[in-house]
């Protein structure tokens, strides 16, 4: 996923059409004004929504949660498994995805259909996430806009570098990824969690692999983490920190014996969007 973030215009296929990257010209904003936009990415809905976007939105994926107001739009399913019939069907002049998450059957059809296809690459990074949000600002004419979500995001990663600088410790923290003890996964290297995890000052208790494994009682105690965390539906879903203390292994663990588990929504910890400084802030102090 580390690739650079794609920088290019992207033309709306509506009444009048982009010409160029630079600002928007009277043409472009009313080309704007009659957008019909599908994403396909919970972290592009945001960024959506926080350019003033919203009301150009007629279709989104499952993972598009925040802010809640995105629940109420049509859903198009889960990123890697939606179809073209689906996102077409919602009537879209412009769908946004990510390049390595869209399969190329689906963009092939989408473009197929006339509709705009524009793909941004997205590196789980503070540079990534920066590099999506300039992409996407830009793409659309917004840049002054998106100037001001940068700003932003650069203040709040100041405040979780103060934090993570003034504290005394490095904690070791194992991400679980679960839903109910029949499917429990750790994070490795080179995840989002992983990134996470470092950002927040923190060091990934297992090392040596990287996505993810299912997790082991033996792995587990070797890993010896100091902190547990989880996406809140993942706990939710083992019964919150009793029924998660009940997992084999988990008790014998510094973690476990301290009760120390954090959970955190999903979007919000991995999504590496405008949010990114803030999610960094919460784990950072959850952690410790």
């Known amino acids: 996923m580390n690739t650079n973030v794609l920088f290019g215009c992207f033309a709306l296929v509506i009444s009048m059409a982009f010409s160029s990257c630079n600002a928007p010209t009277t043409g472009e904003s009313q080309g704007l004004d009659s957008a019909k936009i599908v994403s396909t990415n919970g972290t592009l809905s945001e960024i959506l929504v926080a350019l003033g976007m919203e009301s150009h939105i007629v279709g989104v994926d499952v993972a598009s949660t925040y802010p809640a107001s995105l629940q109420e739009k049509p859903k198009i399913g889960h990123n890697r498994d939606i179809s073209a019939e689906g996102v077409l069907a919602l009537g879209p002049n412009l769908v946004l995805g990510i390049n390595e998450v869209i399969r190329p059957e689906v963009a092939d059809q989408i473009r197929a259909s006339g509709v705009k296809l524009s793909l941004f690459n997205h590196e789980y990074s503070a540079d990534g996430a920066k590099q999506l949000i300039r992409a996407v600002a830009d793409s659309l004419g917004q840049p002054a806009k998106g100037d001001s979500l940068l700003r932003e995001l650069a203040a709040d990663l100041a405040r979780a570098d103060s934090i993570v600088a003034q504290s005394q410790s490095k904690p070791r923290v194992l991400f679980i990824y679960a839903r109910g003890t029949g499917t429990m996964m750790v994070a490795g290297q080179r995840t989002q969690l992983d990134e996470m995890i470092n950002l927040a000052g923190g060091v990934n208790a297992v090392q040596g692999f990287t996505d993810f494994k299912p997790l082991t009682a033996e792995a587990l105690v070797a890993a010896n983490p100091d ?43 991995t999504g590496f969007g405008p949010r990114l400084g803030k999610a960094v802030v919460e784990l950072a102090e959850k952690i410790r």
């Open 227 to 269: 902190v547990i965390l989880l996406f809140d539906s993942g706990l939710s879903s083992l019964g919150g920190i009793d029924g998660l203390l009940e997992v084999q292994g988990i008790s014998q663990t510094n973690a476990g014996k301290n009760r120390k588990v954090v959970e955190m929504d999903g979007q919000f910890l």
